[in-house]
Nanobody, 114 residues
Framework: QVEESGGGLVQPGGSLRLSCVASGSIFSIIHMGWYREAPGNQRELVARFTREGNTIYADSVKGRFTISRDSAKNWVYLQMSSLKPEDTAVYYC??????????WGEGTLVTVSS
């Protein structure tokens, strides 16, 4: 019901754009966001929208990543620039609903390496 795409291998300093779509069977979406999980680390917030439509970014990605969305079509995007090896992780999309149910995608792998 939540599907990410756009991951891949990129050189340091490069860019990638991740996409996430929530299926029409998910109702009362209040916000969507991106999280990542690197090997040996816990899943952490990368960027997300608040209920009011504001954005929150992890300090480590501020100024390099930009989250955007098409609310009408339940899409959320993550434009990643100036990528670093430490950005290597599986990136997950999270959909939160007003019903208190969260949905996660299966993740898309981003590898930053020369």
């Amino acid at each position: 019901q939540v599907e990410e795409s756009g991951g891949g291998l990129v050189q340091p300093g490069g860019s990638l754009r991740l996409s996430c779509v929530a299926s029409g069977s998910i109702f009362s979406i209040i916000h969507m966001g991106w999280y990542r999980e690197a090997p040996g680390n816990q899943r952490e917030l990368v960027a997300r929208f608040t209920r009011e439509g504001n954005t929150i970014y992890a300090d480590s990605v501020k100024g390099r990543f930009t989250i955007s969305r098409d609310s009408a079509k339940n899409w959320v995007y993550l434009q990643m620039s100036s990528l670093k090896p430490e950005d290597t992780a599986v990136y997950y999309c999270k959909v939160e609903t007003a019903l208190g149910v969260d949905y996660w995608g299966e993740g898309t792998l981003v590898t930053v390496s020369s």
